[in-house]
């Protein structure tokens, strides 16, 4: 149970912002841009069943599946959802020509900049297949660009962008073979430039063997401001078997690097730095989907960082943009309206 105190601290912050002042903040993201082809499926055994059938008996089809298109990608959709905030918000990536058409229709409809896109490479690809009542995805990914995508593929414009940031978000570091240098070199190219930086690698297990140099190279330098994590990347990264203690392994991490800890759970987000902080999760009874959640996470506490909330309010709202995104029918990120209004019902204000 959020603490009423802390909600009504919150929201008297937020009803206070300048709406107009918000433009003035600029966030650069790179290097990845998805489509995803969500299939909205049964129970996992019952489907398997199913799909073993038809295959063994030659091929054919299974009728009455909803399924939708939607963008994907970490940093796409992080881009989209600050965006929503109020945020202005710019992508570098590369994809090709139907990635560009795509990602105008999804992001630049809704004002996301993507004038430094670059269509000289492939379109990446997610199939998420969501399992039951909680939505379980299993993803199939083909990375197309974001793949290979290095630090030499950034030119003067992306630099000049980066430079006149206030934040610089690198993610996917999971599905990049060039992550770790991408990341590394982006990282002082900001800092020397005065520029916030933020990571979020996703989920590390393909690439575990790789983990000591990620650490090594990006989480202990000393320019990275803030990683974001969940419980499966803290617990490689902290070398931690248990999940039963999760602050503490957050504790005994950030004892090796200098970057702010951002944590999210299903139970609860907490933020680790000089002090420890910790906000419960919003408990919500509808929930349509767990895809894009981290993401929509992330863009709430990106925006708390920018407009030097607390710990415990950036963490509110970055759980309140979440569980507005994964708790609406459609997968639309909410506006500072939304959240707002979601904050009072919630603790019934």
Same mark, same amino acid.
């Given at each position: 149970m959020v603490d009423r105190n802390l909600t009504e601290r919150l929201l008297k912050k937020l009803e206070e912002i300048n709406q107009g002042k918000l433009r003035d903040f600029n966030v650069v993201? $790179?290097?990845?841009?998805?489509?995803? +082809?969500?299939?909205?499926?049964? /129970? *996992? !055994? !019952? &489907?398997?069943?199913?799909?073993?059938?038809? @295959?063994?008996?030659?091929?054919? &089809?299974?009728?009455?599946?909803?399924?939708?298109?939607?963008?994907?990608?970490?940093?796409?959709?992080?881009?989209?959802?600050?965006?929503?905030?109020?945020?202005?918000? +710019?992508?570098?990536?590369?994809?090709?020509?139907?990635? $560009?058409? *795509? *990602?105008?229709?999804?992001?630049?409809?809704?004002g996301v900049n993507l004038s430094n %896109?670059? #269509?000289?490479?492939?379109? @990446?690809? #997610?199939? @998420?297949? !969501?399992?039951? =009542?909680? +939505? #379980?995805? %299993?993803?199939?990914?083909?990375?197309?660009? %974001?793949?290979?995508?290095?630090? =030499?593929?950034?030119?003067? &414009?992306?630099?000049?962008?980066i430079k006149n940031s206030d934040l610089l978000c690198v993610? #996917?570091?999971?599905?990049? =073979?060039n992550g770790t240098m991408l990341a590394k070199k982006c990282f002082e190219f900001a800092k020397n430039n005065c520029v916030k930086t933020f990571f979020d690698t996703g989920d590390p297990t393909p690439r575990c063997n790789e983990i000591p140099n990620l650490i090594e190279h990006v989480l202990m330098d000393k320019n990275l401001d803030i990683l974001g994590l969940n419980e499966n990347e803290l617990l490689q990264y902290s070398n931690t078997d248990s999940s039963e203690d999760l602050v503490n392994a957050g504790v005994e991490l950030k004892k090796k690097i200098n970057a702010r800890i951002d944590l999210h759970t299903a139970d609860f987000t907490c933020s680790i730095n000089n002090d420890v902080t910790v906000v419960p999760t919003l408990n919500i009874s509808n929930v349509y989907r767990s895809t894009g959640a981290g993401d929509a996470w992330n @863009?709430?506490?990106?925006?708390?960082? $920018? /407009?030097?909330?607390l710990d415990d309010e950036r963490l509110l709202f970055a759980s309140a943009a979440a569980a507005c995104y994964i708790s609406s029918p459609k997968p639309v990120h909410p506006t500072m309206k939304d959240i707002i209004s979601f904050l009072k019902n919630l603790g019934k204000i």
């Open positions: 993201l $790179l290097p990845d841009f998805f489509v995803d +082809h969500f299939l909205t499926l049964d /129970l *996992l !055994e !019952e &489907n398997f069943d199913k799909i073993r059938k038809i @295959a063994q008996q030659g091929g054919g &089809n299974i009728p009455n599946v909803s399924q939708k298109i939607s963008q994907g990608g970490n940093s796409a959709n992080t881009a989209l959802a600050l965006k929503k905030l109020g945020i202005c918000s +710019h992508l570098i990536c590369k994809t090709d020509e139907l990635g $560009l058409n *795509l *990602l105008d229709y999804f992001l630049g409809k809704a %896109v670059k #269509t000289n490479g492939r379109l @990446a690809i #997610t199939t @998420a297949l !969501e399992f039951g =009542e909680k +939505h #379980t995805n %299993v993803m199939i990914g083909d990375a197309g660009s %974001v793949s290979d995508f290095s630090f =030499e593929d950034l030119d003067d &414009n992306d630099f000049y962008l993610t #996917t570091w999971n599905l990049n =073979e @863009a709430g506490n990106i925006f708390g960082e $920018l /407009l030097n909330f």
